[in-house]
T-cell receptor
Framework: GQNIDQPTEMTATEGAIVQINCTYQ??????LFWYQQHAGEAPTFLSY????GLEEKGRFSSFLSRSKGYSYLLLKELQMKDSASYLC??????????FGGGTRLMVKP | EAGVVQSPRYKIIEKKQPVAFWCNPI?????LYWYLQNLGQGPELLIR????????DSQLPKDRFSAERLKGVDSTLKIQPAELGDSAVYLC????????????FGPGTRLTVT
């Protein structure tokens, strides 16, 4: 079976750093995606990790440990517009994505 | 470049009525997906197409749901008859290929069944 866990909600302050964790147990693994989804909008791609380590892209970074079944998304210098849901998704095989339930991040002034 | 287009954006129907959703993927994207997303949850895959072939429809409730992708471009997802539990957002996504390629999502169709 597939199991992907992420916290349901997180709150952080504008300008701060927040880390959103994702743990997974899946029957196959071809990489892990992070998507951002603002309320009422489509998910948009943030990052993709297939090898262990940290991928940095501007204010956002994503980390993967395949041996631990663990990933995190790191958001730096938080802005109000970062308030959204963050979806962790595992590519089981050939771009078949299984999504976690999403983490709703609220950024406060 | 135009993104994934979906219509309608919103649909309200009574239970037992039929409903159809339409998706036009990004030009050149061979892979097309239909997802269902309930409020506060992540998307769940319903069906995946490679060109015009449905390569994974194991999560599609085939007693009431059907989908087609004629000519390997546009796709239609149909529900007949709709049930109250079908109320959700139906997302269409496309990607250029398999294995590590980003999926581009459309804005979705919010279905309310009364």
């Amino acid at each position: 079976g597939q199991n992907i866990d992420q916290p349901t909600e997180m709150t952080a302050t504008e300008g701060a750093i927040v880390q959103i964790n994702c743990t997974y147990q899946t029957s196959g693994f071809n990489g892990l995606f992070w998507y951002q989804q603002h309320a009422g909008e489509a998910p948009t791609f943030l990052s993709y990790n297939v090898l262990d380590g940290l991928e940095e892209k501007g204010r956002f970074s994503s980390f993967l440990s395949r041996s631990k079944g663990y990933s995190y998304l790191l958001l730096k210098e938080l802005q109000m517009k970062d308030s959204a849901s963050y979806l962790c998704a595992v590519d089981n095989a050939g771009n078949m994505l299984t999504f976690g339930g999403g983490t709703r991040l609220m950024v406060k002034p | 470049e135009a993104g994934v287009v979906q219509s309608p954006r919103y649909k309200i129907i009574e239970k037992k009525q039929p409903v159809a959703f339409w998706c036009n993927p990004i030009s050149g994207h061979n892979t097309l997906y239909w997802y269902l997303q309930n409020l506060g949850q992540g998307p769940e895959l319903l069906i995946r197409y490679e060109n015009e072939e449905a390569v994974d429809d194991s999560q599609l409730p085939k007693d009431r749901f059907s989908a087609e992708r004629l000519k390997g471009v546009d796709s239609t997802l149909k529900i007949q008859p709709a049930e109250l539990g079908d109320s959700a957002v139906y997302l269409c996504a496309s990607s250029i290929g398999q294995g590590g390629y980003e999926q581009y999502f459309g804005p979705g169709t919010r279905l309310t069944v009364t």
